[in-house]
């Protein structure tokens, strides 16, 4: 059998005569069960990957946005407290400000971007072209929001992260 890299090139390659008949001449399954099985496959592809984009969005959008924009907060009152006290370069201050304040915008826009092809997604016409969108836009913009995120929880303050830091499920703190 071929490597397959995603799911949805293993789902395509079921159909093929030679799986079925091996299937069947070792009575694992017959044409019929192996059919089902097969579209089984695909409607659990689909719904499970439609439930991670959704957590993903959640996620997001209520627990990481809102503390990156807390810290944000906290960041630009220290910034003018600061000025109105002390006449210092508060460069450091400022550029992490900026840097908070990027990344904020960034998971914002890839949060919607991500809304956005999930509603897409599930908008084709059959399953296994829902399940393709899935993996060709679904999942990168996925990832693109998990890599907004996982710088952010670089910057924001670890009394303020919602979630455990990789290091603290690393380590164990």
Do not use: C
């Not at 395509?12 to 009575?27: H, I, N, R, T």
């Not at 990027?102 to 072209?129: M, R």
Request: charged share 30%; glycine share 2%.
């Amino acid at each position: 059998m071929p490597n397959l890299k995603t799911t949805v090139d293993a789902l395509k390659a079921m159909p093929k005569k030679e799986y079925k008949e091996l299937f069947s001449k070792y009575k694992v399954l017959n044409e019929k069960e192996y059919e089902a099985r097969e579209e089984i496959m695909w409607e659990r592809y689909v719904k499970v990957t439609n439930i991670e984009a959704g957590a993903t969005v959640d996620i997001a959008r209520n627990q990481i946005l809102p503390a990156v924009l807390k810290y944000q907060s906290k960041l630009a009152e220290t910034v003018q407290a600061t000025a109105s006290v002390i006449k210092t370069s508060q460069k450091g201050q400022t550029a992490l400000l900026e840097e908070v304040a990027k990344g904020a915008s960034e998971l914002y826009e890839a949060t919607e971007a991500l809304d956005e092809l999930i509603e897409s997604a599930n908008s084709g016409s059959s399953l296994h072209q829902i399940a393709a969108s899935f993996k060709d836009s679904v999942i990168p913009g996925m990832l693109k929001v998990r890599e907004i995120a996982d710088w952010l929880e670089t910057l924001v303050d670890d009394d303020l992260w919602p979630l455990p830091k990789y290091r603290e499920m690393l380590f164990q703190y």
